[in-house]
Each structure stands twice: as structure tokens, then as C-alpha cells.
């Protein structure tokens, strides 16, 4: 019994080479396999870290108002969660919003052009130390168009790179849709997350506490996105 189990365990997405050592590799715990298109979810965790009060709502607009870091004038998908910090006690209020088929979207000092098969997201908090970070996300939805896939997570002063992971460890083919995100500043990878199974995310240790706050709230969004073209929304 315990060679058929661990026959069909479920191997882990592969991760780049430098993120290996001085890293903690923490599975995601309470995370349903079936996320909701509305309404309110079940908070999940990994590591120190505690994502709660999600709420998801479908819509054609999202807030504008005062309080809302987000200032997208259409969105088919919108959420929010708070994540915690459970060692610092520190907590960061995180909003999203995915558009499909649109024009055009600007965000993070950038202006993308999107066509029928790409879709956008754009995810918006703010840290104590570091203020207003925006996670934009322009994806094509698939491997074979993976060049003009565009993503970045900045606060204006800050800019970290996003790229979508395709391959399984040990598997040499890629898979035809992501698998999770790999963030980087000036070659250098500070984490990933693998957002399909169970979830998973990878985090360098020798981050600064703030940045280490940023890169779980940033993953913690994508953990909770529902592609929408995945999904023939």
C-alpha cells in the first residue's frame, strides 16, 4: 500500500535552482479545491502566514471608492482577503480585480494591449514600511504564448519581475497553462508559488520581514485567482 501511494504522489512544480538554498518551502493548509465565484470563502494558510475574511463578488465595475486601492473601471472577477502575518502580527488588506477581452488595461506604470485570448489582473496593498504595491498581471492564458505574458509587482520604487512556471519536477514536458510564479529583481529569485494541487509557496529567508510581507500577500493573490480563461468565462 505504501508503494501505490507514494507512486501517485503528485510531484512538486519545478522551481528555479537558486531559490533551493536559503529558502522555507511551505505547503498551503485549509486551501478548498473548489474556489467560489462569489460570496464569502474559507481562509487557508502557509507557513506564518493566514489569508482570512476572503470575499469574492463577479462584477462589470469595482469600488472607486476612497477606501479601495484599486481603480479598474471594469472587472468580470473581483476579491479580497486580509493576510496575516501570525509571528509579526502584522496584517495587509489585499484587493484584486481580473479583466477578459478588453481594449486595453494600464496599470503599474504600464499600458498593456489585450486580445480575445489574454486576460488581465491587477492586485493592489499596502505595507507599513513599503506603502502601495501593485501585482499586474498580462497572460496570454497558455505555454506556446508565454513570450508575451507581462508581469510585474512594484511600488514605484521597487520593481520585481513576474513570470509564469510551466514544468513539473522531473517531468520534462511543460504543462499547456501555468503552474504558478516565479517573482525576481535583477536576476535574482526571491519566490514562487505554485497555485494548482494543494498549493505551495517558496520564499527566500534573507528577505527583509517587510518584503517577506509583500511576496506572501502577492502569492496569497494568486493562490485565490480563478483564470478566466481557463475556466471559458
Known amino acids: 500500500m505504501l508503494v501505490g501511494v507514494?507512486?501517485?504522489?503528485?510531484?512538486?512544480?519545478?522551481?528555479?535552482?537558486?531559490?533551493?538554498?536559503?529558502?522555507?518551502?511551505?505547503?498551503?493548509?485549509?486551501?478548498?479545491?473548489?474556489?467560489?465565484?462569489?460570496g464569502s470563502e474559507k481562509g487557508f494558510g502557509?507557513?506564518?502566514?493566514?489569508?482570512?475574511?476572503?470575499?469574492?463578488?463577479?462584477?462589470r465595475r469595482t469600488g472607486t471608492s476612497p477606501e479601495?486601492?484599486?481603480?479598474?473601471?471594469?472587472?468580470?472577477?473581483?476579491?479580497?482577503?486580509?493576510?496575516?502575518?501570525?509571528?509579526?502580527?502584522?496584517?495587509?488588506?489585499?484587493?484584486?480585480?481580473?479583466?477578459?477581452?478588453?481594449?486595453?488595461?494600464?496599470?503599474?506604470?504600464?499600458?498593456?494591449n489585450l486580445d480575445k485570448q489574454r486576460e488581465f489582473l491587477k492586485v493592489a496593498f499596502q505595507t507599513p514600511e513599503s506603502g502601495t504595491w501593485e501585482l499586474s498581471l498580462a497572460d496570454p492564458g497558455n505555454y506556446t504564448e508565454r513570450v508575451n505574458f507581462r508581469g510585474e509587482l512594484s511600488n514605484g520604487t521597487h520593481e520585481i519581475e513576474v513570470q509564469p512556471l510551466y514544468k513539473w519536477e522531473g517531468k520534462a514536458l511543460p504543462s499547456g497553462t501555468a503552474l504558478g510564479y516565479e517573482f525576481s529583481q535583477n536576476g535574482y529569485v526571491l519566490a514562487?508559488?505554485?497555485?494548482?494541487?494543494?498549493?505551495?509557496?517558496?520564499?527566500?529567508?534573507?528577505?527583509?520581514?517587510?518584503?517577506?510581507?509583500?511576496?506572501?500577500?502577492?502569492?496569497?493573490?494568486?493562490?485565490?485567482?480563478?483564470?478566466l480563461a481557463a475556466e471559458g468565462q
Not at 510531484?11 to 528555479?16: G, I, L, T
Not at 507557513?47 to 469574492?56: F, M, N, V, W
Not at 508559488?193 to 511576496?215: E, I, R, Y
Open 192 to 227: 514562487s508559488v505554485q497555485t494548482v494541487n494543494n498549493g505551495k509557496v517558496w520564499l527566500k529567508n534573507t528577505l527583509s520581514p517587510d518584503l517577506q510581507l509583500v511576496l506572501a500577500s502577492a502569492c496569497g493573490s494568486l493562490l485565490l485567482y480563478n483564470q
Open 46 to 59: 502557509f507557513g506564518a502566514y493566514r489569508l482570512h475574511d476572503i470575499k469574492r463578488g463577479w462584477t
Open 68 to 112: 479601495s486601492l484599486l481603480q479598474v473601471s471594469e472587472a468580470y472577477q473581483k476579491y479580497s482577503f486580509g493576510l496575516t502575518d501570525t509571528v509579526r502580527q502584522k496584517t495587509v488588506l489585499v484587493q484584486a480585480a481580473a479583466m477578459l477581452n478588453s481594449v486595453a488595461a494600464e496599470a503599474g506604470g504600464w499600458s498593456v
Open 6 to 38: 507514494t507512486a501517485c504522489s503528485v510531484p512538486d512544480m519545478n522551481v528555479s535552482e537558486g531559490l533551493r538554498q536559503e529558502t522555507t518551502a511551505m505547503p498551503v493548509v485549509g486551501r478548498s479545491a473548489f474556489r467560489l465565484s462569489l
